[in-house]
């Protein structure tokens, strides 16, 4: 498939959907987070309802958990699909990672050990899912904090082989890769070149902080995205092309002025490296 180009965006965030619906800001695009709608009516469904006369929209979920030895949870794949029929997203994407175990839901992002029989696990997982749902799901890179002694690849050499191998797709999220390489002391351009630029089909950015030590970054997405991530940000707009491209910004929300010009600072580095191909 030929890799959609559907601009700019943000996340959707409750606090200002009204703002949003009532300037309409020049946004080429939004994404929701899939379980905030994955309800049967409401006032969440009644704004997004709203929202999508004017909008195009993507779907981002936290709640997979693709990587859990659990079974694959049918009520909320159900759900989902419910929601994907609802919305019409242009696409669907979830993290590499898992999230709970033994029914439970840890409410966290947590990381997997890169090895062959992990990449066979997920990979499997990924292929049910996409044929539950009819459509391929894109994968995104973790920011982490630990690493596993078993790890027999890199994390960018992981996540390739699992993504390869299920024929699934990759939101690289930029400030992730960041976060992870000052946390694990790799090069970030590294991972950047180790990903197969022709199933990268969206970027994230996003704020981190400084855990109370001061050597260890925490993917909070609550401060605008530092210039270290925007440096990494223009690189990998030079290696991948045109990538639809979404700011995260989930805490410490900032009026939307203040998001649409930090939107407007992607435009300014990608924009001329792509061209008229954007």
Known sequence: MERPYLGLGLGLLIALNQEILDQRPPEDRLEILSE????????????????????????????????????????????????????????????????????????????????EETVRHVAERVVRVQEFLGRRILLENLSSYVTFRDSEMSEWAFLTAVCETADCLILLDVNNIFVSAVNHDFDPRAYLEGVPAERVWQFHLAGHTTNESGRILIDTHDQPVRDEVWDLYAEAARRFGPVSTMIERDDNIPALDELLEELGQARRIAEPLWGEAA
């Open 36 to 115: 905030n709608y994955m309800v049967a009516g409401g006032k969440p469904l009644h704004w997004l309802e709203r929202v999508r006369e004017h909008y195009p929209l993507v779907m981002h979920g936290v709640s997979l958990s693709i990587g859990s030895s659990d079974p694959l949870d049918m009520d909320y794949l159900r759900d989902l699909k419910a929601l994907v029929e609802r919305v019409e997203p242009e696409w669907i994407s979830d993290h590499l990672c898992w999230t709970g175990l033994g029914g439970h839901n840890f409410h966290d992002l947590l990381p997997l050990p890169y090895t």
